[in-house]
């Protein structure tokens, strides 16, 4: 047999112009995608900082669409001794992160109900669970004062923690794990500064007033 007649019938002798600029424009996408791979891995070995609400909203589309959902919170449910929620609540950074949470819990029962056809116990989940004890917790005046008087009181100041009962024997090591992404005493508490306008009502303190830890009586 010739060598002729051994040559593999479907080997490509030459490439187009076509073909090769395919191929070079190929492989720019495997390393483009190899990169943004490495860049991935290197984000998921790196320990999520959590953040509160008001630091990671700082823009007034948020606060916007916050307002959005409080305002029809009160007009679609009849709460408990006619409890609403009162228009100065962007002024307490406690509330505010309270209602973010709330309306995060409802978001997820609505997506739940839908997805069950309405088959499923989600929105009773989230009235029982969520929804009514946080009206309830309005009977109480030490929760939000402003709603019993009916006039907006700014939250009491709090002195921050006593540093100095510390442990003696801390490590002062730069590196030692803890308090990244913690916000400095106030910084949580006050909303998004002149770049990011709120309704009307200042910010105020972060706690609320006579009783820093309410929420523990539910």
């Known amino acids: 047999m010739s060598e002729q007649a051994q040559e593999d019938p479907y080997e490509v002798t030459y490439l ?3 073909e090769q600029q395919f191929i070079s ?33 700082r823009r007034d589309a948020a606060w916007a669409e916050l307002a959005e959902w409080v305002d029809w919170l009160n ?3 009849s709460m408990p001794h ?23 819990a409802w978001r997820a029962a609505v997506i739940a109900d839908e997805d069950s056809k309405e088959q499923g116990n ?4 989230f009235h029982d669970y969520h929804l009514f004890p946080f009206f309830n917790r309005f009977s109480d005046a030490r929760f939000f004062p402003c709603v019993k008087g009916g006039k907006h009181r ?3 100041e709090h002195d ?6 510390f442990p003696s024997d801390l490590s002062d090591d730069a ?9 400095a005493a106030g910084d949580a508490s006050a909303p998004p500064g002149e770049d990011d306008p709120l309704p009307e009502e200042p910010g105020a303190g972060a706690d609320l007033e006579d009783d820093a830890e309410w929420w523990k009586s539910e």
Do not use: F, Q
Request: contains cysteine; hydrophobic residues 40%.
């Open 25 to 57: 424009d190929m492989g720019d996408m495997v390393a483009n995608h190899e990169v943004r791979l490495e860049a991935l891995e290197e984000k998921a070995d790196k320990p999520k900082i959590p953040r509160d609400w008001i630091t990671r909203n």
């Open 160 to 165: 921050a923690t006593d540093r100095t009962l």
């Open 175 to 183: 590196e030692s794990e803890g308090g990244e992404g913690v916000p």
């Open 122 to 125: 989600a929105m009773a989940a």
């Open 154 to 156: 700014d939250d009491a």
């Open 82 to 104: 006619g409890n609403h929620v009162p228009k100065c609540w962007p002024a307490h950074a406690g509330l505010v992160h309270i209602l973010a949470g709330l309306r995060s």
């Open 16 to 18: 187009s112009e076509v």
């Open 75 to 77: 007009a679609n449910y």
